[in-house]
């Protein structure tokens, strides 16, 4: 076979991990480069927190600014986002169920001029990241005034639907037909739309409010289904939500991920000795009717990620103490387990002095490191990780981000990998390393590069994302990537594998560059 032959054979053997004892007592996984890690930020649009950054802006200036917090990801070597798509029982597509958000045009029902959902999913997955659109499901409006809701809102067609509490407007959780209109107005957007998850952050019932009490008495008593308390019959219409609206998407399209990002504290251990031992103020289970535990056990989402957003050693909620906690809770179920992180607070909090310090947030992810549960994290919000306070988002990519990942797989919706690429090939030219390959499986939708030098002894599979160039989309029949890092006069193994769209990875097909 000669000694290229040969050398490719060996390295192609260490790929598909077939090297030797010898070799693989070298070959632990580094744990800062993890092959698979879900790593995202949260673009918020309520308030225009973060996208877009005021109202009014021309349909190419929010498609600038968006465009802006994609290449973000993709430079952080992130490979996802959460963009906020309903943040107040409206829309950021012509939806045919709820009106346009006044978020885009600064008045609600106005039409933007373009579809901002549909740019975002084309945007995010040219440049291979996963869109997971974010739902609030039922916050109606940040202000008290039902007339200011469109006339054909179904909030106005359906008054007696609204709670007004905390100086908000709710839609109440124990209508049933409310409810419908909630998933229904989300299945729009998954019917409709390529995303890849459906994302719900920590808002069921709202936050408690002192002094005030949310007015649901009538429908208790007119929808109890058999509750005699109010609290459980609470938890029950918040299950309901969660378990039909994942019965729904996965009858339709089962790739699509179901994601909750919850408050972090399930119940205080004095409260519950099943609980964390935590002191906090708000523990979903009691103030906000959403059992997230259960959701976890229950199987009835893909992933969880509590809002772990405490420093690590700080007594009332250590984040020491709950990350654990959640991994005990997803530990021999098929739900994923992400941690929510309170970039926010960085160099801005008095919370405790740890956010001071540019440490804190890469000491996160150490901690995470040590615990397998642990497949990612996702940063609140997008505006505070590009501000990059104390520097600590410079530190933490270098420390942990400083190569791809791919997303962690869901074997649970789907464990087949697509079929190998055909026909892969390097060519040097004056860019670079030109590779070309073809495709052979329709369901590939991406594909992760490999690159090692010849020279050296390096046999190991690749268990982590030491030797990980790029990943990119698929774009059709035939493939190409142009490697301009290359340094001429190197020679390169390179390997290609194929991925689906949930992450399932092919095995790698070589090839040599000579020169």
């Known amino acids: 076979m000669g000694v290229l032959g040969a050398t490719a ?3 192609l053997g260490g790929l598909t991990g077939t090297a030797s004892a010898a070799d693989q007592q070298t070959c632990t996984p580094n ?30 200036q929010q498609q600038a600014e968006l ?7 993709v430079r952080q070597h992130h490979n996802a986002v959460i963009l906020q798509v309903r943040p107040t029982a409206d829309a950021f597509w012509p939806s045919k169920v709820e009106p346009w958000s006044q978020y885009l045009t600064g008045h609600q029902g106005g039409d933007p001029g373009y579809d901002p959902l549909k740019f975002a999913v084309a945007e995010a997955h040219k440049r291979n990241l996963e869109l997971h659109a974010w739902f609030n499901p039922y916050r109606l409006s940040m202000g008290t005034d039902l007339n200011a809701l469109v006339p054909t809102h179904p909030a106005r067609l359906h008054p007696d639907w609204v709670v007004t509490y905390g100086g908000k407007l709710y839609y109440n959780p124990g209508i049933p ?16 739309y390529d995303i890849d998850g459906v994302h719900f952050d920590d808002y069921f019932y709202p936050y408690p409010v002192a002094g005030q009490t949310f007015n649901d008495a009538a429908t208790f008593a007119q929808y109890n289904d058999g509750y005699t308390n109010l609290q459980d019959w609470r938890r029950h219409n918040i299950d309901l939500l969660i378990q039909e609206l994942g019965s729904r998407i996965k009858a339709i399209k089962p790739w699509v991920k179901f994601g909750i990002s919850p408050f972090a504290v399930w119940r205080n251990k004095a409260t519950d000795p099943e609980g964390t031992d935590t002191t906090a103020g708000v523990q979903t289970y009691d103030d906000l009717a959403a059992d997230t535990r259960k959701w976890v056990r229950e ?54 002095p740890d956010w001071s310090d540019p440490q804190e947030l890469s000491d996160h992810l150490a901690f995470d490191s040590t615990i397998p549960e642990v497949k990612g994290n996702i940063f609140f919000s997008a505006k505070d990780v590009r501000a990059d306070r104390l520097g600590a988002t410079t530190l ?19 464990s087949r990998a697509p079929l190998p690429a055909h026909a892969v090939r390097a060519t040097r030219t004056t860019d670079g390393v030109q590779l070309n390959w073809s495709r052979t499986s329709t369901d590939t939708t991406s594909y992760a590069i490999y690159r090692r030098e010849l020279k050296g002894n390096d046999h190991c599979p690749d268990n982590d994302a030491r030797n990980l160039l790029t990943t990119i989309r698929s774009t059709g029949p035939t493939q190409s990537y142009v490697d301009t890092t290359a340094v001429p006069g190197t020679a390169y193994l ?3 594998t194929a991925l689906d769209r949930l992450s399932n990875q092919s095995v790698p097909i070589p090839t040599v560059s000579i020169r």
């Open 67 to 73: 465009i802006g917090w994609l290449n973000d990801a």
């Open 299 to 352: 199987e009835w989402i893909d992933y969880i990620v509590p809002q772990v957003y405490w420093a690590q050693g700080f007594a009332p909620a250590d984040y020491n103490k709950i990350v654990p906690w959640w991994a005990e809770q997803v530990r021999g179920t098929h739900v994923h387990l992400y941690i929510g992180e309170a970039t926010y607070k960085v160099g801005t909090s008095t919370q405790s």
């Open 396 to 414: 933490l990519n270098h420390n942990w981000y400083s190569k791809p990942a791919l997303i962690p797989a869901m074997p649970a919706l789907d």
């Open 494 to 496: 390179y390997s290609v």
């Open 177 to 192: 037909a409310a409810r419908k209109l909630v998933e229904d107005a989300i299945m729009d957007a998954v019917a409709n």
């Open 31 to 60: 744990a800062s480069t993890p092959l698979r890690q879900f790593r995202a930020s949260w673009i918020s649009s309520v308030v225009n927190i973060d996208w877009p950054s005021k109202t009014g802006l021309s349909a190419a």
């Open 9 to 11: 054979g060996l390295l």
